[in-house]
Structure formats: C-alpha cells, structure tokens
C-alpha cells in the first residue's frame, strides 16, 4: 500500500503565527491529496484537498502546496488562533478505494 | 441534511462478548470505512466495503467482523478473539474514486 510520513508529530506556535505540516507519499499515481483536522472526540473533517494539476490551493488562513516531484504535500496555517489547535492527518490515496493516513500532527496554538 | 451516524458513542465490553458498532450513512456513497484510533496515535485501517455485499480486510481485521446488506450500513463486530479492543473506532464514507472521506463521530469502546 501507500507509504506516507507526516512531520512533525506535535507542533506548538504562538498564536498569530504560521504552521506548516508536511506528509510524503510513495505512489507516483497519487493525484488527489487531502488535509483532515480532527477535534477532540470527534471524527476528522476535511478542511482542504488539491489535485495534482495544480501546484497550491487557498482557503482564508489555510493553503495546501504539492510537489509532485519530490512526492510531497503541506499544510500551511496563517495567522494562528487557538480554535486550530487539533490533530491534523494527511492522507493520499493511491487512486483506488484505499485510504492511507499519516500518523497525524498534534498542533497547540498558545493563546 | 446528509451525513453518517455512529452509534452509541459509548460502549462497554465483558470479558468473551462480541459487540456491535453501529454505522449508517444517507450521502448515498459507495465506499465504506472502519479505523481504529488509540491514544495518540493514527488511524488504522479494519475494514473496508466498496460495494454492497463485498467488503475487504484492512491491516488490522483480525479479531473484527462486518457485514454490508445495505448500502447504507456497515456494521463493526468487535469478538472476543480480540484481545485489546479498547479504542475510538471510526467509521468513514466516500463516493468512488478520488474523493475526500466523510467521518461519524467516532465509538470508544471499552472493557469492562
């Protein structure tokens, strides 16, 4: 199956500040790449998705970037608040059914 | 409003009994979804349906069971073969091919 690394595992900003979360993949034929928060107790939701013909895609404070070259995709947060503290996934699919996720990244925003 | 329905949110397990995990989705999707989430970790893959009456083993089936008679519904037996079973167990739904997933509201499951 696909191989996806997440890093970093936990990152902690100042509030107002950027994260940025990257995942690499394996499967050259991935060409769909989505980005899921997850609240507590909750299930994860998506937030943003980018398909391989286009390079980056924004949403407000949140933007996803692909490289498909260096077979690699992140998450960037502008101008932190405390409410996009969560565990975010990413998670490629490798063009069929399957869904692989990344180990997740625990994001803190401290107020 | 569409979505996909976990139940109950709580639940509790003696020692030799199966249990049941209840998941149905009305967004009209084909493909359905059971993970495993402990503490701090990932999601892990149990199961998975495409279709009705098919579904396939993810990286973690042993000790869990489903069945797919319906479209809507894809059910989660956690048995007594499984010896660790206490997680948050989620359930997923999706259209066919490159589309994002849609997520219950998750089960923790405990022993008693």
């Known amino acids: 199956g696909e191989n996806v690394e997440q890093h970093p595992s936990t990152l902690s900003v100042q509030e107002g500040d950027s994260a940025v979360i990257k995942c690499t993949y394996s499967?050259?034929?991935?060409?769909?790449f989505p980005w899921y928060k997850q609240e507590l107790g909750k299930g994860p939701q998506l937030i943003i998705d980018?398909?391989?013909?286009?390079g980056e895609k924004k949403d407000q404070r949140i933007a996803v970037t692909l490289n498909k070259t260096a077979k690699h995709f992140s998450l960037h947060i502008t101008e932190t608040q405390p409410e996009d503290s969560a565990v975010y996934f990413c998670?490629?699919?490798?063009?069929?059914?399957?869904?692989?996720f990344g180990t997740g990244t625990r994001l803190t925003v401290i107020p | 409003d569409g979505g996909i329905t976990q139940s109950p949110k709580y639940l509790f397990r003696k020692e030799g009994q199966n249990v049941t995990l209840s998941c149905e989705q009305n967004?009209?999707?084909?493909?359905m979804y059971w993970y495993r989430q402990d503490p701090g970790q990932g999601l892990r893959l149990i199961y998975y349906s495409q279709i009705v009456n098919d579904f396939q083993k993810g990286d973690i089936a042993e000790g869990y069971s489903v069945s797919r008679e319906k479209k809507e519904s894809f059910p989660l037996t956690v048995t007594s073969a499984q010896k660790n079973p206490t997680a948050f167990y989620l359930c997923a739904s999706k259209r066919v091919g490159n589309q994002p997933q849609h997520f219950g509201d998750g089960t923790r499951l405990s022993i008693l």
């Open positions: 980018i398909r391989s013909n286009v």
């Open positions: 967004l009209n999707h084909d493909a």
């Open positions: 998670a490629p699919p490798p063009g069929a059914n399957n869904l692989f």
């Open positions: 499967d050259s034929a991935s060409n769909y």
